[in-house]
């Protein structure tokens, strides 16, 4: 497969996997603002835009629903908006249409079109309007990869750019509750944003503690949106793109990193996640930060032609030099 569809491919799984979350976390938080009266408004605000990672707005006006939407959702100038990744991905699929399905760029090119609708409809009913679109379409992309793409090696480097995303958005859902009381009440809204609510309580019978959510986000096995089932499904599609037993050195790093990464969780005892978590979490962060590096390294990077008759005219050149100065 050629490097850039390799990498348009990567990078369309990871800016649907992005916008979907994102739009997962802005709803969640935008209900918990509106429902509880207590909350600071332009605290919390600040804090969602930290936690994924935008630039702040440069005012210092008092933050409010409206403008918290602006910036994360509709914004089309800010890098890093719903809007803006999803128009990335489009344009992702724009060029590399020969591998991709007609049904997942059709749904990727009525999905942007259909933004502004969503938006304005968003504008006049509330910010729940564009997200849920946002999450339906995102679903229905995913739903579309899977069935109409070829499980090849374009499939999978599609699943490693959501898995790796799917990792680092889990994370932002946890980070913004890990300073929390381990009895606060809002530890429920990350099971919320992850799509878990139900999921978790069949799980756990209904026991709603920090420790089991943390646990379950974390390091459970079966639930797709953990980060630990995230890290097994990126480590199984990049050995599948390993064509071979590859030697220690940079073609092993990105499958190091995830290993690394999937065992400092596999073997953590469940009842101390809650000991150091944040510290845990900005760890993670940082592995995903250099698993993009360096899958971006192996895999998109290509290293230039090297041409033996200008190493051959360059030591010619040499030696002429060498004698002349004898």
Known sequence: MLARNAESLYWIGRYVERA????????????????????DVDRQARQVIQVLGLESPESDDPLDVWTLSERVAYDKDSVGSIVDLIGSARENAR????????EMWECLNTTYNGLSDA?????????HEFLAYVKNRAA?????????????????????????????MTIR?????????????????????????????RAYRGVLDAENIVEFMLIDRLFPRSVFHALRVAEHNLSELEKGPSRVGAQAETLLLLGRARSSLEFLEPRKLLDGLEDRLLELQDTCREVNEAVTAQYFHV????????????????????????
């Open 95 to 102: 060029g590399a249409r020969e591998v991709t399905s007609s």
């Open 173 to 201: 859902m946890l980070l913004t509750r890990a300073g929390d009381p381990a009895n606060s009440p809002a530890w429920v809204g990350v099971l919320v944003s992850a799509g878990a609510h139900d999921t978790f309580l």
């Open 20 to 39: 979907d979350d994102m739009a997962r976390i802005l709803d969640v938080a935008i209900q918990h603002i509106l429902e509880d009266a207590t909350v």
């Open 303 to 326: 290293s230039p032609y090297v041409s033996w008759a200008d190493a051959r005219a360059r030591d010619s050149e040499a030696r002429v030099i060498e004698e002349s100065e004898l």
């Open 119 to 127: 938006e304005r409809r968003a504008r006049r009913l509330g910010p």
């Open 140 to 168: 229905m992309f995913a739903g579309l990869a899977d069935a109409t793409l070829s499980h090849d090696d374009g499939y999978r480097y599609l699943l490693l750019g959501r898995s790796v995303e799917r990792v680092d």
